[in-house]
């Protein structure tokens, strides 16, 4: 059984840029969860997506946008990057849209 | 909107002691309130977790205490170890609604 599993590991962007994040949840998990960690901060949920579909969405803006694919594989996009999206961006699978989340590595982004 | 509130900030104990970390929230739509730990350049890994239903939960040195009425629950961890220095988050999540919300961390130093 693998674990959750993210990439790239660290990303430096400029700001206005696009970027795309990439998850591959544990297997045998269809639900998605994405935070944003800032730097001695807890993370801040930005979505949820349960079997293709968002199923929660934290106080976010609309340039945070997601998917999931058949195989429950996940990505984040964020556009028009801005300074303050420079975090810690951590994906957590599950079983259901209700059970225990396992948290990937995450990936450091860096906006300059 | 700060909706689950943890306190303290920093915890340093002695090698054999007991941990203490308490959280606050606000929303009574939460279901379920894990402890996660997290170490540097890792992702959180859930430590214990529990529900609504039930006063206290303990798994081998972890012990969550909850009292609903109060809206308060803690995190205990007994016979505390050098392996255990680390940063503790409390959260709590509406599982219907997919959201997660976590407290702002605890950093525990053990000193041996």
């Known amino acids: 059984e693998t674990g959750v599993t993210q990439s790239p590991t660290h990303l430096i962007k400029t700001r206005g840029q696009q970027v795309t994040l990439r998850c591959s949840s544990q297997?045998?998990?269809?639900?998605v969860s994405w935070y944003q960690q800032a730097l001695g901060q807890g993370p801040q949920f930005i979505f949820q997506y349960y079997r293709e579909e968002e199923n929660g969405r934290g106080n976010f803006p609309p340039r945070f946008s997601g998917l999931q694919f058949p195989n429950y594989s996940s990505e984040l996009n964020v556009n028009a990057l801005e300074l303050d999206d420079s975090a810690l961006y951590l994906c957590a699978s599950s079983e259901l849209a209700t059970d225990t989340q396992y948290f990937g590595p995450g990936t450091r982004l860096t906006v300059l | 909107q700060q909706q689950v509130k943890q306190s303290p900030q920093s915890l340093i104990v002695q090698k054999g002691g007991i941990s203490i970390i308490n959280c606050a929230y606000e929303n009574t739509a939460f279901d379920y309130f894990p402890w996660y730990q997290q170490f540097p350049g890792k992702g959180p890994a859930l430590l214990i977790a529990?529900?609504?239903?039930?006063s206290e939960k303990k798994e081998g040195r972890f012990t969550i205490s909850f009292n609903k009425s109060a809206k308060q629950f803690s995190l205990h961890i007994m016979d505390s170890q050098p392996g255990d220095s680390a940063t503790y988050f409390c959260?709590?999540?509406?599982?219907?609604?997919?959201?997660?919300?976590f407290g702002d961390g605890t950093t525990l130093t053990v000193k041996p």
């Open positions: 529990i529900r609504p239903d039930v």
């Open positions: 297997s045998g998990h269809n639900t």
């Open positions: 959260a709590a999540a509406n599982t219907n609604a997919g959201k997660s919300t």
